[in-house]
């Protein structure tokens, strides 16, 4: 008896348990919105303006804090900042703890000067003291000092692994591009299924107008006969066409391949390994980059290629990026986030000491109404946008995956040291970069539709995240 009025008890509070936990949602989403590609600029980078924010290591900088909106100084306040090094990094200076150091603005500037040691994130949080020594946070404001080899270079977003409907997505190939802008992508490669020439028709409709989107050739390639899918960016040609045009000479070269091969693991079909390794050189042969795309991709919950292939293909390093992070529908979700799983075998992998380039895409079929597109991305730390400068820095392993899961915050995964830098862009960087490419991005699908009169807002945006860039890095000062 008693237990069933428990029961009734439970049951009753059931609908307001429910509805405590919609109001939480609820008021959780009423908070300032994320930006398209699942990021959020902060309050203090809003109200503020931090010139630089990214400087070299080991070295005395001033740090312009400048308040657009707000007055500052006040009469009858005082200013002070407080200083925290996030890496706790300070063998020189001898930092201790955050104490309180003057500061007087001058014209709604707070100018501060500082030896920004080691490679790290750096805090400065600025306080408005009153007559009756009350205290109000004016802003905290985060830096981010870089040793000269990452100091040179700068970060670009893209996505390499995108599907139009020229095989089974959802829009034209000019529209994804666009879409790719509106996101807040700085380079995209189209990779449809067997179909090179898609990425030709994205980057052609974009031709020589102005839009500071890099668009490349790309495709996605099926091999008859194997499971394994590769994603090719950057290539001069086309690798379906290469096949399809002689399937006998492919055939040859990589039964070659095969004859040559002593042994093999246990499990691993050698025909498959054979024309994996054919498919990843000529790949490699025209200029491209060769990625092993989405390894423990499980359709109907069962490994799409071996597990013993998958292993292998990873002990040799056969290709040249290994596709970290997939993106995929969310309510789709087969039970085993795969991602999950490739970052894991990576870890392992990289402990044994293997070399593993890394790339994060969204593999996305549909730029609206998608989980995948925009949350899914690579971050390549490159002298340029240029094709073989990318290629050379991921191959190189100075690139990084990202996910931004909805309302989660975003994550990177790849070295350390790149991943502690790209957290820090995707906080104090990457939001107002996002929010300049959005208006390039919407324009460019306005374009893609037959509206012409917009180039000449597009020729308006050209260079606005140059510009934003000369403010975030210090100048060179040696
Ligand atoms: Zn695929
Ligand atoms: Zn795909």
């Known amino acids: 008896m008693k237990k069933f009025n428990r029961c009734v008890l439970i049951l009753g509070l059931l609908p307001a348990m429910f509805f405590l936990l919609i109001s939480f949602n609820l008021a959780q989403s009423l908070k300032t919105p994320a930006l398209p590609g699942g990021l959020k600029a902060y309050r203090g980078d809003r109200y503020f303006q931090v010139i630089p924010r990214i400087v070299p290591a080991d070295s005395a900088i001033t740090v312009r804090i ?3 909106f707000e007055k500052f100084p006040k009469p009858g306040y005082r200013y002070r900042f407080r200083y925290t090094p996030v890496g706790r990094y300070a063998l020189q200076t001898g930092w201790k703890e955050a104490v309180a150091e003057e500061s007087i603005p001058e014209d709604n500037v707070f100018e501060i000067t500082r030896y920004f040691e080691g490679e790290q994130e750096h805090i400065i949080r600025i306080e408005e003291v009153d007559s009756e020594n009350r205290v109000r946070q004016v ?34 190939p000019a529209y994804v591009a666009g879409a790719c802008r509106r996101i807040g992508l700085d380079f995209a490669a189209l990779t449809d299924h067997s179909n090179y020439a898609a ?23 099926h091999p008859p006969e194997n499971p394994v899918h590769f994603v090719s960016f ?20 990589v039964q070659a391949i095969m004859d040559k091969l002593k042994s093999v693991s246990g499990g691993v079909d050698k025909y498959q390994y054979a024309s994996s390794v054919w498919t990843f050189q000529k790949i490699r042969e025209k200029g491209g980059l060769g990625i092993f795309a ?7 919950n069962a490994n799409f290629i071996s597990y013993a292939l998958v292993d292998y293909i990873i002990e040799k390093r056969i290709f040249d990026a290994l596709e970290l992070i997939s993106g995929f529908g969310w309510s789709e979700l087969q039970e085993v986030d795969v ?16 070399k593993l380039p890394v790339v994060g895409v969204s593999d996305s079929h549909g730029c609206e109404d998608s989980d995948q597109f925009g949350r899914y991305y690579t971050i390549v730390f490159s002298p340029t946008l240029e094709l073989k400068d990318l290629i050379d820095s991921i191959k190189n392993e100075r690139s990084v995956a990202v996910e931004t899961p909805g ?72």
């Open 199 to 221: 990425s030709l028709e994205a980057i052609n409709a974009f031709k020589d107008l102005p839009v500071d989107l890099r668009l490349f050739p790309g495709e996605e390639i």
């Open 339 to 354: 991602n999950n799983l490739q970052v894991n075998k990576y870890l392992e992998a990289r402990a044994r000491g293997l």
């Open 294 to 300: 989405h390894p423990y991709w499980r359709p109907g």
């Open 407 to 478: 309302g989660e915050l975003p994550r990177a995964y790849g070295p350390f040291r790149l991943v502690n830098y790209a957290h820090f862009l995707l906080r104090y960087v990457f939001p107002l970069h996002d929010e300049m490419c959005f208006e390039e991005g919407r324009l460019m699908i306005e374009y893609a539709g037959g509206n012409q009169s917009v180039l000449e807002r597009l020729q308006l945006l050209q260079g606005q995240v140059r510009k934003y860039y000369e403010t975030v890095w210090a100048k060179e000062t040696k």
């Open 66 to 68: 400048i308040s657009p």
């Open 234 to 253: 950057g290539a001069r040609e086309s690798i379906t066409d290469l096949i399809q045009r002689d399937e006998i000479a492919y055939r040859k070269e």
């Open 139 to 172: 802003g905290t404001f985060h830096l981010y000092s870089l040793k000269p080899d990452l100091f040179a270079l700068r970060p670009y977003k893209g996505d390499f692994h995108l599907h139009s409907f020229r095989s089974d997505g959802h829009e034209s």
